[in-house]
C-alpha cells in the first residue's frame, strides 16, 4: 500500500492542478477562433461547428463581426457543452458512441453544405469529438452497424489514426465528402487538434481534408483486427472496392483546391503551457518525456521508469509535461468504469511502487482535455507517493479495467468543470528524492 502522510504532497497537488488549469486555458476556443475569423480576407456566408469546443467556436465566430448577421449556421456538439444560438441551427449528440440525434445533425450539415454555390464562402470550425458526433453513415450502412463498427474500432486496441482510416470509409461527411458536397463553394477550416502529430485528416475523421491513406492500406488494418467479421464490413469493402460506393476525397481532386485548413490550438500549446507554469515551483524540467501513446497503463509504466531513471542523478526537485493518446484494450470478459488517463495513473503508481529506487517523493496528474476520461465524470486521475492507494485493488482494477471505483474510493479523482474544448490528454509528473 502507498501510505498516507497528511498533507505531505497537498502543496504539490496545487501545483499540478493550476498548471492543468493553464493548459486548458491556452486551449481555450474562443479566444483563438476570435482571432483567427477577425483575420478572414473575406467573411463567410455559412458557418458549420461540430466536436467538443463547436459551440464555443460558434459563439466566438458570431461575435468576431467578420460573419454576416444572418449567417445561416449548424453547429454540432455533446450533450455537456451543447446551448443554442439565435440564428443557428444547434444540435446536441452522443459521443463516444454515435445516436439518433447524431444523424438529424448529419442530415441538416449535409444540407447546409449542398445549397451553397461558387459564390459562396463556408467557414467550417472542427475540433474534436466530431467523429461520433456527426457519423453520417455511408450509403448502405445504417445507424446501427455504424454502432457496432464504433464499439469495435474502441475496443480494438487500433491508435487514433488507425481507427480513423476506417471510420473514414464508412462515412458520408469524412474524408473530405463534406468539401465535395460544398464544391465549388470556398472552405475555410479552423481545427482544434486532438490527435498525435496534428493530422488533418484525423481530426474529427476529416470531414474537409483529403484522405492519404491507400484502399489497400486500410482494407489490411480491416482484416488485421477481424472487423470484417461484421457482414456489412466485408460488403461495404467489395461496394467500395466495385465503385459502387464513393472512395473519400483523395488528394489532388478539384474539392481540395478550393480549402484552407489552420490549425488553431492543440496538445503541444497545452504542454508548454503547463510547463511555463510549473517552471517557477517545480524546478528543473525534462525535455525528453515520452509521449502519450499505446495502452495507458503500459504507458504509465513506461513514465514511471523515466522518472526512476532520471532521479538517480538528480539532487533537487523536477517536472516533466506530456501528451498525446493512449489506448485501452477491452478483453471478451465483463468491464468496468474508467478510461484511459486513470488507467494511466494506476499504472504509474504501480511501476513506483514495485521499484526498488523510485523517488522519495513523486505526483501524478493524467487527465483528458474535454474535463472528461472515458464514460465517466473525471477528467482522470492525481496520485501522490503519499496517498492512500491499495495496490492489490489497483492492480485488479488494471485487470478489469474499472479504475474508476479504486480511484474514487482512494479520492484520487481529478474532477473538473467541462472545458468547452478537446485537446487530447495530458500527464504532469513531479518528483523529488
Given at each position: 500500500?502507498?501510505?498516507?502522510?497528511p498533507?505531505?504532497?497537498d502543496?504539490?497537488?496545487?501545483?499540478?492542478r493550476?498548471?492543468?488549469?493553464?493548459?486548458?486555458?491556452?486551449?481555450?476556443?474562443?479566444?483563438?477562433?476570435?482571432?483567427?475569423?477577425?483575420?478572414?480576407?473575406?467573411?463567410?456566408?455559412?458557418?458549420?461547428?461540430?466536436?467538443?469546443?463547436?459551440?464555443?467556436?460558434?459563439?466566438?465566430a458570431?461575435?468576431?463581426?467578420n460573419?454576416?448577421a444572418?449567417?445561416?449556421?449548424?453547429?454540432?456538439?455533446?450533450?455537456?457543452?451543447?446551448?443554442?444560438?439565435?440564428?443557428?441551427?444547434?444540435?446536441?449528440?452522443?459521443?463516444?458512441?454515435?445516436?439518433?440525434?447524431?444523424?438529424?445533425?448529419?442530415?441538416?450539415?449535409?444540407?447546409?453544405?449542398?445549397?451553397l454555390?461558387?459564390?459562396?464562402?463556408?467557414?467550417?470550425?472542427?475540433?474534436?469529438?466530431?467523429?461520433?458526433?456527426?457519423?453520417?453513415?455511408?450509403?448502405?450502412?445504417?445507424?446501427?452497424?455504424?454502432?457496432?463498427?464504433n464499439?469495435?474500432?474502441?475496443?480494438?486496441?487500433?491508435?487514433?489514426?488507425?481507427?480513423?482510416?476506417?471510420?473514414?470509409?464508412?462515412?458520408?461527411?469524412?474524408?473530405?465528402?463534406?468539401?465535395?458536397?460544398?464544391?465549388?463553394?470556398?472552405?475555410?477550416?479552423?481545427?482544434?487538434?486532438?490527435?498525435?502529430?496534428?493530422?488533418?485528416?484525423?481530426?474529427?475523421?476529416?470531414?474537409?481534408?483529403?484522405?492519404?491513406?491507400?484502399?489497400?492500406?486500410?482494407?489490411?488494418?480491416?482484416?488485421?483486427?477481424?472487423?470484417?467479421?461484421?457482414?456489412?464490413?466485408?460488403?461495404?469493402m467489395?461496394?467500395?472496392?466495385?465503385?459502387?460506393?464513393?472512395?473519400?476525397?483523395?488528394?489532388?481532386?478539384?474539392?481540395?483546391?478550393?480549402?484552407?485548413?489552420?490549425?488553431?490550438?492543440?496538445?503541444?500549446?497545452?504542454?508548454?503551457?503547463?510547463?511555463?507554469?510549473?517552471?517557477?515551483?517545480?524546478?528543473?524540467?525534462?525535455d525528453?518525456?515520452?509521449?502519450?501513446?499505446?495502452?495507458?497503463?503500459?504507458?504509465?509504466?513506461?513514465?514511471?521508469?523515466?522518472?526512476?531513471?532520471?532521479?538517480?542523478?538528480?539532487?533537487?526537485?523536477?517536472?516533466?509535461?506530456?501528451?498525446?493518446?493512449?489506448?485501452?484494450?477491452?478483453?471478451?470478459?465483463p468491464?468496468?468504469?474508467?478510461?484511459?488517463?486513470?488507467?494511466?495513473?494506476?499504472?504509474?503508481?504501480?511501476?513506483?511502487?514495485?521499484?526498488?529506487?523510485?523517488?522519495?517523493?513523486?505526483?501524478?496528474?493524467?487527465?483528458?482535455?474535454?474535463g472528461?476520461?472515458?464514460?465517466?465524470?473525471?477528467?482522470?486521475a492525481?496520485?501522490?507517493?503519499?496517498?492512500?492507494?491499495?495496490?492489490?485493488?489497483?492492480?485488479?482494477?488494471?485487470l478489469?479495467?474499472d479504475?474508476?471505483?479504486?480511484l474514487?474510493?482512494?479520492?484520487?479523482?481529478?474532477?473538473?468543470?467541462?472545458t468547452?474544448?478537446?485537446?487530447?490528454?495530458?500527464?504532469?509528473?513531479?518528483?523529488?528524492?
Amino acid at each position: 500500500m502507498i501510505k498516507s502522510t497528511p498533507n505531505a504532497t497537498d502543496e504539490w497537488r496545487e501545483i499540478a492542478r493550476g498548471a492543468f488549469d493553464a493548459a486548458l486555458t491556452a486551449g481555450h476556443p474562443a479566444k483563438v477562433t476570435t482571432h483567427a475569423v477577425s483575420d478572414m480576407p473575406t467573411p463567410a456566408t455559412a458557418m458549420i461547428a461540430i466536436g467538443k469546443a463547436a459551440t464555443a467556436m460558434a459563439l466566438a465566430a458570431r461575435q468576431c463581426g467578420n460573419l454576416p448577421a444572418d449567417c445561416p449556421g449548424v453547429v454540432v456538439t455533446n450533450d455537456e457543452n451543447y446551448a443554442e444560438i439565435p440564428g443557428l441551427e444547434c444540435f446536441a449528440s452522443s459521443h463516444p458512441v454515435p445516436d439518433e440525434r447524431g444523424l438529424k445533425a448529419s442530415a441538416a450539415v449535409c444540407e447546409l453544405a449542398q445549397r451553397l454555390a461558387a459564390e459562396d464562402h463556408l467557414l467550417l470550425l472542427v475540433s474534436g469529438g466530431g467523429s461520433a458526433l456527426v457519423p453520417a453513415p455511408a450509403s448502405g450502412i445504417s445507424l446501427a452497424e455504424k454502432v457496432r463498427l464504433n464499439e469495435a474500432l474502441l475496443a480494438s486496441g487500433m491508435d487514433i489514426h488507425q481507427m480513423n482510416v476506417v471510420r473514414r470509409l464508412f462515412s458520408a461527411l469524412k474524408g473530405g465528402r463534406l468539401a465535395r458536397l460544398a464544391y465549388p463553394a470556398k472552405l475555410t477550416q479552423f481545427l482544434l487538434s486532438d490527435v498525435p502529430g496534428d493530422r488533418l485528416e484525423s481530426i474529427a475523421s476529416g470531414p474537409a481534408v483529403a484522405d492519404p491513406t491507400p484502399l489497400a492500406e486500410a482494407h489490411e488494418l480491416i482484416t488485421r483486427y477481424r472487423l470484417d467479421r461484421f457482414d456489412f464490413v466485408a460488403r461495404h469493402m467489395a461496394a467500395i472496392a466495385s465503385g459502387d460506393v464513393d472512395q473519400p476525397v483523395r488528394p489532388g481532386d478539384p474539392e481540395m483546391a478550393n480549402v484552407t485548413s489552420q490549425i488553431l490550438a492543440s496538445n503541444g500549446i497545452c504542454q508548454q503551457a503547463a510547463a511555463e507554469s510549473l517552471a517557477p515551483r517545480a524546478g528543473a524540467a525534462l525535455d525528453d518525456m515520452p509521449e502519450l501513446d499505446g495502452d495507458a497503463a503500459e504507458c504509465g509504466a513506461r513514465l514511471a521508469q523515466r522518472i526512476i531513471a532520471e532521479s538517480q542523478h538528480r539532487d533537487g526537485m523536477f517536472f516533466g509535461v506530456s501528451g498525446g493518446e493512449t489506448i485501452v484494450v477491452l478483453g471478451d470478459g465483463p468491464t468496468g468504469k474508467g478510461g484511459r488517463s486513470q488507467e494511466l495513473a494506476l499504472g504509474f503508481a504501480l511501476e513506483m511502487a514495485s521499484a526498488e529506487k523510485a523517488p522519495g517523493k513523486w505526483l501524478i496528474l493524467a487527465g483528458g482535455t474535454d474535463g472528461r476520461d472515458g464514460p465517466t465524470d473525471a477528467a482522470g486521475a492525481v496520485i501522490t507517493s503519499h496517498c492512500n492507494l491499495d495496490l492489490d485493488a489497483a492492480r485488479h482494477a488494471l485487470l478489469v479495467h474499472d479504475a474508476y471505483p479504486c480511484l474514487k474510493a482512494h479520492g484520487l479523482l481529478l474532477q473538473v468543470p467541462p472545458t468547452g474544448t478537446n485537446l487530447g490528454d495530458l500527464v504532469i509528473v513531479m518528483a523529488s528524492a
